[in-house]
């Protein structure tokens, strides 16, 4: 299976079950065009195409035949699938638990308009996480995690800073214990901002890996959803700590993380808007709720969305031309270092490698499913106590979603996230087709980029 | 080849056998918290070279 489209000038073919990507010009274009439609003669070809270009002659139609043949036996193009038959055992490779996602606060010193973490609490009672329930988190982490030595805790919330002492706690005991273990813990922070010191700073330097800062760009866009208890917008508390936040890790290793909503589908001038304040690493998602919710997108917004990406693309290269580039999370793929074919069948890990923990000691295949009593696994006292959800996960991969069978995106998103599809559909084995065609057209456009980079 | 030109990417056939070691990064604990974006993760053992 290919897939071509034209972007930016671009002529782009993705050999969606090698992962082979090939730029080709306008004829080669059409004549892999024609082929796909199972005509492989060239004199049939070349009558097709010979009137749209003037120059061309049957011996240019017959050596890019050739040409392609060749990708052809070199499983470069129009590539069987021979992955599908070892996804089962792909997957079962990759379900040792290695990171948790860890819910040090169930409350929040913000009050977003869209927060999917109902205002911090996830639908239950407000509470911050005990050291000694983080301890035994840590402890469930590393006993449950046989052959792996990278183990990732991500801080998160709520607003994990509500409970930095835990935090840091919890750092110094996994540091304590992780050589013994044989371990290396990579610790992360998502926070709102609103609470960043400079101990915060300082710390987080010396032990996070990543830190995610959430801003949403444009002050009057930012302001209209993440307000503060008050109901007053956040931007100007917030963004000189995150300048600094930033500057001082020599704007490497965190994330500024924006969320769009109907409210500002123009989001490309809001990532804009982070980079012209000089920073360097952006990120921005489409928001996460209800259909039925003012600021909800929806099918109809896909054609505008699908233009601000584009937007967003041109004016990256741009200024990477320029020397002035900034990073895109969406768009930062790596084509050559990229995830093995395991990982890539495998997905996430919802359920199976990535856990989260809620303040209370709860377990939940990950933090979009926490406050879901279906899907609350068990507890750190008494471990994983209904393996039906974790056999539920296990049996999540990208070919068991019918609908990535034709799909040139599934060895990118591997299915795309099982919450999203939850949420939309009530079942993890579906997709969220709103999230996929997103998903696609960011692919595009990181594939397209790296073709105009690196020409 | 004349009008083809192939980008350099990794060779998943053989990431059959080199790769699996789980090692690497989960998506979630980059930037996403609500999309599945497995490629945007590196791969451990490229990472080390």
Same mark, same amino acid.
């Given at each position: 299976?290919?897939?071509?489209?034209?972007?930016?000038?671009?002529?782009?073919?993705?050999?969606?079950?090698?992962? *082979?990507?090939?730029?080709?010009?306008?004829?080669?274009?059409?004549?892999?065009?024609?082929?796909?439609?199972?005509?492989?003669?060239?004199?049939?070809?070349?009558?097709?195409?010979?009137? #749209?270009?003037?120059?061309?002659?049957?011996? &240019?139609?017959?050596?890019?035949?050739?040409? /392609?043949?060749?990708?052809?036996?070199?499983?470069?193009?129009? %590539?069987?699938?021979?992955?599908?038959?070892?996804?089962?055992?792909?997957?079962?490779?990759?379900?040792?638990?290695?990171?948790?996602?860890?819910?040090?606060?169930?409350? *929040?010193?913000?009050?977003?308009?869209?927060?999917?973490?109902?205002?911090?609490?996830?639908?239950?009672?407000?509470?911050?996480?005990?050291?000694?329930?983080?301890?035994?988190?840590?402890?469930?982490?590393?006993?449950?995690?046989?052959?792996?030595?990278?183990?990732?805790?991500?801080?998160?919330?709520?607003?994990?800073?509500?409970?930095?002492?835990? *935090?840091?706690?919890?750092?110094?005991?996994?540091?304590?214990?992780?050589?013994?273990?044989?371990?290396?813990?990579?610790?992360?922070?998502?926070?709102?901002?609103?609470?960043?010191?400079?101990?915060? /700073?300082?710390?987080?330097? #010396?032990?996070?890996?990543?830190?995610?800062? %959430?801003?949403? +760009?444009?002050?009057?866009?930012?302001?209209?959803?993440?307000?503060?208890?008050?109901? #007053?917008?956040?931007?100007?508390?917030?963004?000189?700590?995150?300048?600094?936040?930033?500057?001082?890790?020599?704007?490497?290793?965190?994330?500024?993380?924006?969320?769009?909503?109907?409210?500002?589908? &123009?989001?490309?001038?809001?990532?804009?808007?982070?980079?012209?304040?000089?920073?360097?690493?952006?990120?921005?998602?489409?928001?996460?709720?209800?259909?039925?919710?003012?600021?909800?997108?929806?099918?109809? &917004?896909?054609?505008?969305?699908?233009?601000?990406?584009?937007?967003?693309?041109?004016?990256?290269?741009?200024?990477?031309? &320029?020397?002035?580039?900034?990073?895109?999370?969406?768009?930062?793929?790596?084509?050559?270092?990229?995830?093995?074919?395991?990982?890539?069948?495998?997905?996430?890990?919802?359920?199976?490698?990535?856990?989260?923990?809620?303040?209370?000691?709860?377990?939940?295949?990950?933090?979009?499913?926490?406050?879901?009593?279906?899907?609350?696994?068990?507890?750190?006292?008494?471990?994983?106590?209904?393996?039906?959800?974790?056999?539920?996960?296990?049996?999540?991969?990208?070919?068991?979603?019918?609908?990535?069978?034709?799909?040139?995106?599934?060895?990118?998103?591997? +299915?795309?996230?099982?919450?999203?599809?939850?949420?939309?559909?009530?079942?993890? #084995?579906?997709?969220?087709?709103?999230?996929?065609?997103?998903?696609?057209?960011?692919?595009? *456009?990181?594939?397209?980029?790296?073709?105009?980079?690196?020409? | 080849?004349?009008?083809?030109?192939?980008?350099?990417?990794?060779?998943?056939?053989?990431?059959?056998?080199?790769?699996?070691?789980?090692?690497?990064?989960?998506?979630?604990?980059?930037?996403?918290?609500?999309?599945?974006?497995?490629?945007?993760?590196?791969?451990?053992?490229?990472?080390?070279?």
């Amino acid at each position: 299976m290919i897939h071509q489209y034209k972007n930016n000038g671009y002529n782009i073919i993705i050999d969606a079950n090698s992962g *082979c990507i090939h730029s080709v010009d306008d004829v080669a274009y059409d004549i892999i065009k024609l082929v796909d439609e199972g005509i492989g003669d060239a004199q049939l070809i070349f009558n097709e195409i010979k009137d #749209k270009y003037n120059d061309i002659t049957i011996d &240019d139609v017959t050596e890019t035949l050739e040409d /392609i043949e060749l990708l052809k036996k070199e499983g470069k193009l129009f %590539s069987d699938d021979i992955f599908r038959d070892l996804a089962p055992y792909m997957k079962d490779k990759q379900s040792v638990l290695k990171a948790i996602c860890l819910h040090v606060a169930h409350d *929040c010193n913000m009050n977003c308009g869209y927060c999917f973490a109902g205002k911090g609490e996830f639908n239950g009672p407000k509470g911050l996480m005990s050291f000694e329930t983080a301890k035994k988190a840590i402890d469930f982490l590393v006993e449950h995690s046989p052959g792996r030595r990278n183990l990732e805790v991500d801080f998160f919330g709520g607003e994990p800073l509500l409970n930095w002492e835990v *935090c840091k706690k919890t750092v110094e005991y996994a540091r304590l214990i992780e050589k013994e273990k044989n371990k290396n813990f990579r610790f992360t922070l998502t926070t709102n901002g609103l609470l960043i010191d400079d101990d915060v /700073i300082e710390f987080s330097n #010396k032990e996070m890996g990543n830190v995610v800062l %959430s801003l949403d +760009g444009r002050p009057e866009i930012n302001d209209n959803m993440r307000k503060t208890k008050n109901g #007053k917008g956040t931007y100007d508390l917030i963004i000189d700590k995150f300048k600094k936040f930033a500057d001082s890790r020599n704007q490497k290793d965190y994330y500024m993380r924006g969320t769009y909503t109907k409210y500002n589908r &123009d989001f490309a001038k809001d990532i804009i808007h982070m980079a012209d304040l000089d920073f360097k690493e952006l990120s921005m998602e489409p928001v996460v709720c209800s259909t039925d919710m003012p600021y909800a997108l929806t099918e109809e &917004d896909i054609p505008v969305l699908k233009e601000n990406y584009d937007i967003l693309a041109r004016e990256m290269i741009k200024r990477y031309k &320029d020397g002035n580039g900034f990073n895109f999370y969406h768009y930062t793929i790596d084509f050559t270092g990229g995830p093995c074919i395991s990982k890539r069948i495998s997905g996430c890990g919802v359920g199976t490698e990535y856990l989260a923990i809620t303040p209370e000691g709860d377990i939940y295949p990950c933090h979009q499913f926490v406050g879901d009593d279906k899907y609350k696994m068990g507890n750190l006292d008494d471990g994983i106590t209904k393996g039906e959800i974790v056999s539920e996960f296990k049996g999540c991969n990208v070919y068991s979603r019918k609908e990535c069978d034709d799909c040139f995106a599934k060895l990118y998103c591997s +299915g795309g996230c099982s919450a999203n599809a939850y949420h939309m559909n009530g079942d993890v #084995k579906t997709v969220c087709e709103f999230s996929c065609e997103l998903h696609k057209k960011r692919i595009e *456009c990181a594939v397209m980029m790296n073709i105009a980079l690196n020409e | 080849m004349k009008r083809i030109k192939t980008l350099d990417t990794r060779d998943l056939r053989a990431s059959v056998k080199t790769g699996g070691c789980g090692e690497c990064q989960t998506s979630c604990q980059s930037a996403s918290k609500t999309s599945c974006s497995v490629a945007n993760q590196k791969c451990e053992q490229c990472r080390d070279k």
